[in-house]
């Protein structure tokens, strides 16, 4: 694949799986790096680093993971120490969507991002990095916004909106033909309070590049109605058996009575319950 890539695009230079030096003598440049070959690879992305220096400039190119406390193990990830003994002057670093400074010991490090933005976890995607190269340890990375569209995430409580036309005010402030915007409904709240999640969605979804809205209220203990859930599903004979805990317990006892039924109808209503 990497041989038939080279020969349609006789400009273009591409790098096979295995590590590669390539020259550019007229920019006193020299570029050193592999295409990704199989994912589940053990090998580390820039293994066989540092090479010798043959021109003023060095830059490296791979794809992978940088190790960090949140990601979870996995093959072939780049160590903070791999970076900063790789004699680099740089590394341009893909597999990230959203854009990231992982530079370490010295060598300037970073995932540019996609250039577009790709999942509404990811707002720092949408930007170029901007490289300027200096002398050895004087490098300038700037980024540059390029992507159309966006990403934001906001809170609503739904106790403080004003029902449904409170929260759909809230939302339509954020207009924006190019947004992608998350909204997390949260607070506790009373059966009026509730909104209808996909007749809300359904309504301001053509306001924005894309609308989704995730509902993570609460139920307040006084609006739990028996009444309201069946007593032959499983919510319904929940509800009804934690009423009669609460009844026999007084103080403490009953105050955690009284949060098992609130976040247990959370849970069975598949929210996830407050901390």
């Known amino acids: 694949m990497w041989a038939d890539l080279t020969a349609r695009c006789p400009h273009l230079s591409v790098l096979g799986p295995a590590l590669e030096i390539r020259t550019f003598p007229e920019r006193d440049l020299t570029v050193v790096g592999r295409s990704i070959a199989e994912r589940l690879s053990t090998e580390s992305p820039i293994a066989g680093?540092?090479?010798?220096?043959?021109?003023h400039f060095l830059v490296?190119?791979?794809?992978?993971?940088?190790?960090?406390?949140?990601?979870p193990a996995r093959f072939g990830l780049i160590t903070p120490e791999e970076i900063a003994a790789s004699g680099v002057d740089y590394l341009a670093l893909g597999d990230w969507h959203s854009a990231r400074d992982?530079?370490?010991?010295?060598?300037?490090?970073?995932?540019?991002?996609?250039?577009?933005?790709?999942?509404?976890?990811?707002?720092?995607?949408?930007?170029?990095?901007?490289?300027?190269?200096?002398?050895?340890?004087?490098?300038e990375v700037v980024r540059r916004p390029v992507?159309?569209?966006?990403?934001?995430?906001?809170?609503?409580?739904?106790?403080?909106?004003?029902?449904?036309?409170?929260?759909?005010?809230a939302i339509r402030a954020h207009t924006d033909a190019s947004l992608a915007l998350v909204v997390t409904l949260g607070g506790l709240v009373g059966l009026v309070d509730r909104v209808n999640v996909e007749r809300l969605r359904e309504d301001l979804a053509p306001e924005f590049f894309r609308l989704e809205?995730?509902?993570?209220?609460?139920?307040?203990?006084?609006?739990?109605?028996?009444?309201?859930y069946p007593e032959g599903t499983v919510l319904g004979r929940f509800v009804r058996a934690m009423q009669?805990?609460?009844?026999?317990?007084?103080?403490?006892?009953?105050?955690?009575?009284e949060d098992a039924l609130q976040w247990g109808v959370a849970l069975l209503e598949g929210k996830e319950v407050l901390t």
């Open 147 to 169: 992507g159309r569209r966006r990403a934001k995430h906001i809170t609503l409580d739904l106790a403080a909106s004003g029902g449904a036309e409170g929260v759909a005010r």
């Open 49 to 55: 680093l540092p090479v010798p220096r043959r021109t």
């Open 213 to 228: 809205i995730r509902d993570e209220s609460h139920l307040r203990l006084d609006a739990v109605d028996p009444a309201l």
């Open 60 to 71: 490296a190119l791979a794809h992978g993971s940088v190790q960090r406390p949140d990601l």
């Open 102 to 139: 992982v530079s370490s010991g010295g060598v300037r490090a970073w995932y540019s991002g996609a250039p577009e933005m790709i999942g509404l976890d990811e707002p720092d995607s949408g930007s170029v990095c901007l490289v300027t190269l200096g002398a050895p340890g004087d490098i």
């Open 244 to 257: 009669e805990q609460i009844a026999g317990r007084e103080g403490e006892a009953r105050g955690i009575a």
